[in-house]
């Protein structure tokens, strides 16, 4: 089936950028998508399932020189290096301590990576229903890494797009 998309088309003419990944044509031919919700700054975001590997503790991260300031460096999960990738700085939000923070293992491509985030939730199922045109008031930082917004109950669930979110600017709009 092939619905009229609501949010996309706002979010690029925001950001310049096309939509990444399969994702976005997958979404709009289901009727509910499986989301794995966090937090960051009180605030609640969705990543899609299918990326999600596992959850875990911050315990020690290797800094990278000249890294974007995103990036806060390489983690070590089970003997695998992955590039972790601070949420709160691809929000622009003011930065807080990784150690000890949570971690989500996310799969991009064949690239893993470790998002920091403050907490972790539940997965969570959206419907299509429920999707909402995104509003011109969004921040572009979040508009630029937003995939589609949803309505959950009285509140707006936010879900990211993988690519945009744990890869530079250049790279994720290729992708």
Known sequence: MNRPDMNRPELQRRTGAPVSSALAQRIDSVSSLLVFVVTINGETFGLPIEHVRTVFRVIDVTP????????????NLRGKILTAVSLRQRLGLPTDTVNNAFAVCLKYEDEDF???VDTVRDV???READRLPASPHIADARAQLTLSIYRQGETLLPVLDIAKTVLAGTAAQAA
């Not at 990278?64 to 390489?74: E, H, K, N, R």
């Open 64 to 75: 990278v020189p000249l890294a974007p300031p995103y990036v806060v460096g390489l983690i």
């Open 114 to 116: 470790a998002l920091i």
């Open 124 to 126: 969570v199922e959206v």
